[in-house]
């Protein structure tokens, strides 16, 4: 199969989700069929540089923010249309701008579009002008619809038919399929009781980390590392001063993100919003680690809370700080109950393997005295089900409704 993958950046230009996602994406899917990558990073990654069958072309050099969109729109149809007889499929990642741009494609050269959302702000139709005026328009015109989690699909459902698009809801619902993001799986660590904190994503503001870092006032004796970067470094920088144990390590490519998991005991993903399938969740209860994440977007779906790792309400400090402060809570976590295995051995078959953890559940401290049990095999065989990506499977195996749909 000829696919084309529609997606703004790679790192290491930009080191989002998505971006990251794309490019792995990308250099397994070349393994089995011709890839082509329409993108504005000028960069390619190392891990697609002179790889067979992959070829990235970048399809705008504006950077202007009024003048990118319109140039990155005629750009991207220009290299599109030159290479239309190469491609099968579209596949775009995020609903505007690439998605805009593989519909119309898709409508002009008769290709079909599969349009992956990322995140709950694509739909975001009462805050963001550019998804109420362009997202239901792509939706409508997308042969098939992705999302990382059934939450991010009923959240999807929920707002198209508060902004009066009913009917599209349906449409959307018929055509809509669960695709979750795939990791690279490292080797097995050995189980670990450390309590380091690590956080690792974009220093943005709608990520969070500003209650992270209110949250560790409340825990002198915690360190937390941070790695990332983007526009909130100084200002968080300035409000982590006379918080002891707070190192920033700055920009970090992909590759290197599990030797900071080997030194951490604990993930925190504080977020506000504007999250899928966490890339960083994945990779840390791969690595059989603690994860304390906030209850938004598809999170919930990954992360049950006390089972295998702790939730708390976005924007709350006092919460990250304090784990749960409910005593009952604090006995589910240490003591799983009936319910809680049975929950297990459900998130085992859902996963498509139906073996038994193969190491046993072992119990870390928070910092805020809070006790999780970790099971690191029953991670590995979680995600083990997920290494080969669910994107390569839905668009390639014969078997695969879309591709009796698209071939």
């Given at each position: 199969m000829k696919i084309g993958i529609l997606v703004a950046g790679l790192p290491p230009e930009v080191l989002g989700g998505a971006e990251t996602q794309a490019m792995r994406a990308a250099a397994r899917l070349a393994e089995r069929h011709e890839v082509t990558m329409f993108t504005r990073s000028a960069t390619v990654p190392e891990s697609l540089r002179n790889r067979p069958r992959c070829l990235v072309v970048r399809r705008c050099t504006a950077r202007r923010r009024g003048l990118r969109f319109v140039a990155d729109l005629l750009g991207s149809l220009r290299a599109l249309a030159a290479r239309r007889h190469a491609l099968d499929v579209l596949v775009a990642y995020q609903s505007v701008i690439d998605g805009l741009i593989a519909v119309i494609a898709g409508r002009w050269w008769s290709l079909p579009t599969l349009v992956w959302i990322r995140s709950e702000v694509e739909f975001d139709f009462v805050g963001s002008r550019q998804a109420r005026w362009l997202a239901p328009w792509v939706y409508r015109r997308a042969d098939r619809i992705a999302v990382q989690t059934a939450r991010l699909g009923e959240q999807l459902q929920v707002a198209l038919r508060s902004a009066g698009h009913a009917?599209?809801?349906?449409?959307?619902?018929?055509?809509?399929?669960?695709?979750?993001?795939?990791?690279?799986?490292?080797?097995?660590?050995?189980?670990?009781?450390?309590t380091e904190l690590l956080y690792v994503g974009?220093?943005?503001?709608?990520?969070?980390?500003?209650?992270?870092?209110?949250?560790?006032?409340?825990?002198?004796?915690?360190?937390?590392?941070?790695?990332?970067?983007?526009?909130?470094?100084?200002?968080?920088?300035?409000?982590?001063?006379g918080i002891a144990h707070i190192q920033f390590a700055g920009r970090t490519p992909p590759e290197q993100v599990p030797a900071w998991l080997a030194q951490a005991g604990i993930v925190v993903l504080p977020s506000l919003r504007n999250e899928g399938l966490p890339n960083v969740l994945l990779e840390a209860m791969a690595a059989g680690l603690v994860v304390?994440?906030?209850?938004?977007?598809?999170?919930?779906?990954?992360?049950?809370?006390?089972?295998?790792?702790?939730?708390?309400?976005?924007?709350?400090?006092?919460?990250?700080?304090?784990?749960?402060?409910?005593?009952?809570?604090?006995r589910r976590v240490a003591r799983p109950t009936a319910s809680t295995r049975a929950q297990r051995c459900a998130g085992l078959c859902l996963a498509?393997?139906?073996?038994?953890?193969?190491?046993?559940?072992?119990?870390?401290?928070?910092?805020?005295?809070?006790?999780?049990?970790?099971?690191?095999?029953?991670?590995?065989?979680?995600?083990?089900?997920?290494?080969?990506?669910?994107?390569?499977r839905q668009l390639a195996e014969p078997s695969s409704p879309l591709h009796r749909q698209w071939c």
């Open positions: 009917r599209l809801a349906d449409s959307v619902a018929a055509k809509s399929c669960v695709i979750g993001n795939g990791i690279e799986l490292a080797a097995p660590s050995a189980a670990s009781d450390r974009r220093l943005a503001a709608d990520k969070g980390v500003i209650h992270l870092l209110e949250a560790m006032r409340c825990c002198p004796g915690a360190r937390l590392t941070i790695v990332g970067d983007g526009p909130e470094r100084e200002r968080l920088q300035a409000a982590a001063r304390i994440a906030s209850r938004n977007a598809g999170i919930p779906d990954l992360v049950r809370d006390g089972e295998n790792g702790l939730l708390v309400e976005p924007g709350d400090s006092r919460a990250l700080a304090q784990g749960d402060p409910c005593g009952e809570c604090r498509g393997d139906h073996r038994r953890p193969r190491k046993p559940s072992r119990r870390v401290d928070t910092p805020g005295g809070r006790r999780v049990n970790v099971s690191g095999g029953r991670a590995r065989d979680h995600h083990q089900a997920m290494e080969h990506h669910a994107q390569d």
